[in-house]
């Protein structure tokens, strides 16, 4: 396969995978009229994929300095299968679901009243600045992970050294925020 190829390969799935999640989460493809009963348990699913590729991305990390590339390559890939589960598991929750999830709703009705916007206060404040940042990440370094884990399978390491140094904090930093998100949102959670 050619560069050129992995480059094209590379800018149509990450913008694909954009597309789907802004359609989904505009709620321009309408789920079923009720979500199937597994549904719930989806976003406690999705934090647990982030928070194992985040220790796995610590892993990983800690063996390629002790110079271990089976280990830390069979880690990435578990790591990279993982993430691709999350993704599923991320559209489909946002396929079958209806209705958004607003931080501070305590009676789900899905606005922000006055009350609960004082509730919620400044904590709101933090959840949207870790939620804006997780978002914008995660979109940008998706094309970033799948060029580095294609240059490490073709141990094409000098190329591959160099886009980790970027994907490698930004995926930790996007893992370890999705756990962060789903914490804070959970008690708003109306199914």
């Keep these: 396969m050619t560069d050129k190829f992995i480059f094209r390969f590379v800018a149509a799935v990450t913008i694909f995978v954009i597309i789907v999640v802004i359609v989904l989460n505009r709620h321009l493809i309408?789920?079923?009229a009720t979500p199937p009963s597994f549904t719930p348990y989806l976003p406690l699913l999705n934090a647990f994929l982030n928070g194992t590729c985040s220790a796995l991305l610590l892993i990983s990390l800690y063996q390629i300095k002790q110079r271990n590339i089976t280990a830390h390559k069979r880690i990435n890939i578990v790591t990279f299968c993982l993430s691709s589960l999350f993704l599923v598991s991320y559209i489909l929750f946002h396929y079958l679901m209806r209705k958004d999830t607003v931080y501070g709703d305590v009676d789900g009705d899905g606005l922000l009243s006055a009350n609960e916007r004082s509730a919620a206060g400044g904590l709101r404040t933090l959840y949207l600045a870790i939620l804006v940042p997780h978002i914008v990440l995660a979109a940008g370094v998706l094309p970033l992970i799948l060029l580095s884990f294609y240059r490490g399978l073709q141990m094409q390491v000098e190329k591959h050294k160099?886009?980790?140094r970027w994907a490698f904090p930004i995926w930790l930093f996007v893992t370890v925020s999705g756990v962060v998100?789903?914490?804070?949102?959970?008690?708003?959670y109306h199914f």
């Design 181 to 188: 998100v789903y914490l804070m949102i959970s008690p708003y």
């Design 162 to 164: 160099k886009l980790v």
């Design 30 to 32: 309408p789920g079923p």
